[in-house]
């Protein structure tokens, strides 16, 4: 990419500087057609500040998993994200040190890893770990926790090492506990930027679908097509109350912050007594006019002020514009499957399931009242969050993989 060539993807990455100066190199050498915009902190808790007052990026790389979760359960990350894992070569390579400095590494403790994957890898490399300690890091766990685990450790095992993956215990216990800082491996970098690289170019790819919409009013309204100005698409006539509207679904995804509200909705009903806007989204005019003609239909059904989205594959986004939609109060059961575009069965499995787990549940759990996988589980609880029938409450820490999302369902039988 030549100097003066528009970069590919901005990819912002989280994580103190000497970690975003790793991650710069790497993407220097291996993805020049991406720019890196560095968000460096001091410690993991300034993440939050720094993705609040962030420049225009496209993607979110975070150097770790805490300041990752922290940032998920703040619900500040709005766009692509991920973190850099830590375990395979990351924790191979400080194995290594460990040996060649005349260290035993069956004699360490290790911060913020699961302990089942810390086993899996020593194990496979022939190293006894029954006496390796091991603190998973979740929510509420601070630095000085950490560094008080270490510190234990090392108390009961003169001459143990401590392992850790952040910078601020490596700075707390360095004085007084022998200490490994994790750095990411090459190959971690790479895998990450690799990742966001992919999710990034898909979505970039559906950005460019064509979205024809379908709006029908009780009367003419004059100050539509100013309204349609303002999503950079174009609006006609089609009879005495009703417009086609045309635009892309990069720029109604983004102005719907992916389908969950319609301003364009909110507009018009101050205006009208009902509102149907039915869109379709497909990647020729004849597939989005297909869709259009579904989705309208669905909004003569679906209350007074609706917008339905419908994207193909049975998928229906259901947005209306009252001001009972817009409160915390559960929703009946059948009320919520149409406006989610779920079957009435599928609802009444997963109240159940909210209520079997306290009324939070992770795709995971979705996926075991449903009895589908994982994936098909994460769609479904997308496509309610979308309907305004579910929210992110916080994650679970796994410490292996992204932490799993937890939902709170506006459900009730």
């Not at 890893?113 to 603190?135: F, N, W, Y």
């Not at 003169?158 to 022998?178: F, H, K, Q, W």
């Not at 989610?340 to 109240?351: D, I, N, P, Q």
């Not at 159940?352 to 996926?367: I, N, R, S």
Request: net charge negative; proline share 4%; aromatic share 4%.
């Amino acid at each position: 990419m030549s100097s003066n060539a528009e970069p590919a993807y901005r990819i912002g990455v989280v994580g103190p500087s000497d970690l975003v100066s790793l991650v710069k190199r790497v993407a220097a050498l291996e993805f020049t057609d991406h720019l890196v915009v560095p968000l460096t902190y001091r410690n993991e808790e300034q993440a939050l500040d720094v993705i609040a007052t962030n420049p225009d990026v496209d993607a979110l790389l975070f150097t770790g998993v805490i300041p990752y979760t922290l940032a998920q359960a703040a619900g500040v990350v709005t766009k692509p994200a991920a973190y850099i894992d830590y375990t395979g070569a990351t924790l191979y390579g400080a194995l290594v040190e460990l040996m060649s400095t005349g260290h035993d590494p069956a004699v360490v403790s290790i911060d913020t890893l699961t302990r089942p994957l810390v086993v899996e890898s020593l194990t496979h490399v022939g190293i006894a770990t029954d006496r390796i300690a091991t603190l998973e890091y979740r929510n509420g766990i601070d630095a000085q926790r950490l560094a008080a685990f270490h510190r234990e450790h090392a108390r009961q095992h003169p001459g143990a090492v401590a392992i850790t993956c952040v910078r601020s215990v490596y700075e707390l216990i360095r004085e007084d506990v022998d200490a490994i800082r994790l750095a990411p491996a090459i190959a971690s970098v790479r895998t990450a930027l690799e990742g966001l690289a992919m999710e990034l170019a898909g979505r970039i790819s559906s950005d460019a679908q064509v979205v024809l919409g379908m709006i029908e009013l009780p009367e003419v309204d004059d100050r539509l097509v100013d309204d349609v100005r303002a999503l950079a698409g174009s609006v006609f006539p089609t009879g005495p109350s009703s417009y086609v509207l045309v635009s892309t679904r990069g720029v109604l995804a983004q102005h719907t912050c992916d389908w969950t509200v319609m301003p364009l909705l909110e507009q018009l009903a101050e205006r009208h007594t009902w509102v149907r806007i039915g869109l379709g989204v497909g990647r020729s005019a004849a597939d989005a006019e297909a869709l259009a003609r579904r989705a309208v239909d669905r909004c003569r059904t679906a209350g007074p002020f609706t917008a339905v989205v419908s994207v193909g594959a049975g998928r229906d986004f259901v947005i209306t514009d009252t001001d009972s939609d817009r409160s915390e109060e559960p929703l009946d059961l059948h009320v919520a499957a149409r406006r989610a575009g779920l079957s009435l069965a599928t609802l009444v499995r997963l109240e159940a399931a909210v209520a079997a787990h306290a009324g939070e549940v992770t795709a995971a759990d979705v996926a075991a009242a449903l009895g589908i996988e994982p994936r098909s589980a994460r769609r479904t609880l997308k496509q309610l969050e979308r309907a305004g029938l579910a929210r992110v409450v916080g994650t679970v820490g796994s410490g292996a993989g992204r932490p799993a999302v937890r939902y709170a369902l506006r459900l009730e039988a």
